[in-house]
């Protein structure tokens, strides 16, 4: 679709300046989808996001400055009621445990830069022998 994020190009962003966001917590908007992790114990499933850079869902991006975190926080619940009426239809509109699901957006607060993608490595499967044995 176009206009949409997480499909397609995407913008280019510059090394982040550390120092600017030192302590201040930006509300982002993210595409969440449910990714196949493998096949141990009859398949598992791990949730990654992209950062969503559509100029629609940029806007929605604020820095609030160091001690405003619970302003933060009201700020994501705002942006992700005005996800879940305006971009999380149709398809983005299925759970992400549904097989149909194309994912959905979410509002999400970080501790300093927020990251392009999450998780940054993809998930690895481990078992431990121990309790369930």
Known sequence: MPGRPGRGGSLRIGEPDARRHEGAPPCTVYL???LYGGPEEGGWYY???ELCTA???TAFGTTFPAG??????RMAAEVQA???RDWN???????LSSVLSAGRYAAQVHDGWPPLAFPTERPRYEWRRGASD
């Open 82 to 84: 005005h996800l879940d």
């Open 47 to 49: 949730e990654a996001g």
């Open 55 to 57: 100029p629609e869902l």
């Open 32 to 34: 969440v989808q449910r």
């Open 68 to 73: 405003h975190e619970d302003r933060a926080v």
């Open 89 to 95: 239809v149709a398809d983005h509109a299925r759970p």
